[in-house]
């Protein structure tokens, strides 16, 4: 299971990494290998204001469909573009391009309170 | 690994259910399908007994022939669909893991005396080697006798000193068979393959359940419970060049009356845009979002790279190039009626 280090992470698998004023938005190694292929995604519309929590997108893999929670609240200012031509970029990279979206942070304080790496490790080393 | 018809089996390998599928298309997919039943029928009155069960021609058939066949109840419901082997001296009828209680319930019921129906599924592994170098592999493990048999026929051939029937049939749209030998050598032949493989630089790979699935569905291939079913005739289902009306068969006069009538829905294709339709979804017209219909099943196609379902419709809205929609997740998503297959099976070209 591979954790970056530089992310903090919901119990329910997204990651959230500060980049300059805004948070990138994926879901973690261990989410897309208990996933399996990704075939397609879908995601929250640029501009969408969001709270901890709600649903921003969904990733549909061979056989089921997950739905995709806001790690901070805050507007979305970005959307992976890459990943409607071609999903499997979550399986093979999903720190990197296969990020899902970038926010922009209402409320700092947030961060802080996601599972730090090793919080996180432990806990999907669980299931 | 997951549970299916009572058996655990993986719906994948690590190798991933995308993958698996495109190796299947471009090399040679290895398939465990022990899971699938086999019936044996043999003794007095055998031919009769299973051309009046079968919706196909099957009288006509030489031994060594293998053939497609579907089992109706009166009303013309599809009960299971089969592959039909003639053998020497009795037939072998494969059938689906889910319904092989139920179908050997029906024959015995049906059974007259002097018949002879042994379930042979516990004694007897099933595997598939399917793929554009399924043939090639199978020949360098068999002295070269795989190739010299046709398409939809069967022979017995010895692999490593295990003897077994080989049938030249398969579920994935590729060239390749599907093996019938003792269970106690399953293991042995699965690695040989694997290994004869490695040997000779053809890319093998074993394929789980997901890519199964896709693979099927690219080639218009049914799956009992969703395109065919309890609740589905042949005829609507695209079916009816699997019934011969010539002879007598159950369900016959059922499915003559929807024919003469026209059946009430039909079996489409549809390319779907913005998500993966499945399942259960419904089917909406395109004008004013109405419900028309439902899908049977839906998938992400890896080698026609489509996102596809089959659907039932009303015949009025089953002509290529219809513009529908279809329900995925409370919103609309662009569908439109294709012709079927997606992918064309190997043996058809």
Request: proline share 5%; hydrophobic share 40%; glycine share 10%.
């Amino acid at each position: 299971m591979k954790i970056d280090p530089n992310c903090r992470y919901r119990s329910s698998h997204e990651y959230a990494r500060k980049d300059g004023a805004e948070i990138v938005v994926g879901i973690s190694d261990h989410a897309q290998e208990s996933l399996g292929d990704i075939v397609f995604v879908e995601l929250a519309e640029v501009g969408k204001t969001v709270a901890q929590g709600d649903a921003i997108g969904v990733v549909e893999s061979v056989k089921a469909a997950s739905d995709i929670y806001a790690p901070v609240s805050g507007t979305v200012v970005a959307a992976n573009g890459e990943l409607a031509g071609d999903p499997a970029l979550l399986n093979k990279d999903p720190y990197g391009r296969g990020w899902l979206v970038r926010i922009a942070p209402s409320k700092a304080a947030e961060w802080e309170g996601l599972l730090d790496p090793a919080a996180y490790e432990k806990e999907a080393a669980k299931e | 690994m997951a549970p299916f018809a009572g058996y655990d089996m993986p719906i994948s390998y690590p190798t991933g259910a995308v993958e698996e599928h495109l190796i299947c298309r471009r090399s040679v997919g290895l398939f465990d399908i022990d899971h699938m039943g086999q019936v044996e029928i043999s003794g007095k009155g055998s031919n009769e007994f299973v051309s009046s069960l079968v919706s196909s021609r099957v009288s006509d058939m030489i031994s060594g022939e293998a053939r497609y066949a579907l089992l109706l109840d009166e009303s013309g419901f599809v009960l299971d669909d089969l592959f039909v082997y003639r053998l020497q001296n009795s037939w072998w009828i494969v059938v689906n893991a889910s319904n092989r209680e139920a179908d050997l319930g029906w024959m015995r019921s049906r059974a007259p005396q002097g018949l002879v129906i042994d379930d042979r599924s516990d004694e007897t592994y099933m595997i598939a080697v399917q793929g554009p170098q399924a043939i090639e592999l199978m020949d360098s493990v068999s002295g070269g006798e795989v190739s010299k048999i046709e398409r939809f026929t069967s022979k017995r051939i010895e692999v490593a000193g295990v003897e077994l029937l080989f049938g030249r049939t398969g579920y994935t749209g590729e060239d390749g068979g599907e093996l019938f030998f003792p269970a106690r050598k399953a293991v042995e032949l699965w690695e040989l393959l694997l290994a004869k493989g490695t040997e000779l630089g053809i890319e093998t790979a074993p394929i789980g359940l997901a890519a199964r699935d896709s693979l099927r569905f690219e080639a218009g291939m049914p799956l009992h419970g969703h395109e065919i079913g309890p609740t589905i005739n042949p005829i609507e289902a695209g079916f009816k060049w699997a019934c011969d009306f010539t002879k007598d068969f159950v369900g016959r006069s059922a499915l003559q009356a929807i024919v003469e009538a026209g059946p009430k829905r039909k079996l489409v294709g549809l390319d779907v845009t913005g998500g993966v339709p499945r399942e259960d979804c419904a089917v909406l017209a395109s004008a004013d979002g109405a419900v028309v219909g439902v899908c049977a099943a839906g998938m992400y196609c890896p080698t026609v790279k489509k996102y596809a379902a089959n659907a039932f419709v009303p015949p009025e809205l089953a002509k290529v190039g219809t513009a529908l929609a279809v329900s995925i997740r409370d919103k609309p998503r662009p569908a439109l009626v294709v012709k079927r297959p997606l992918y064309l099976p190997a043996y058809r070209r």
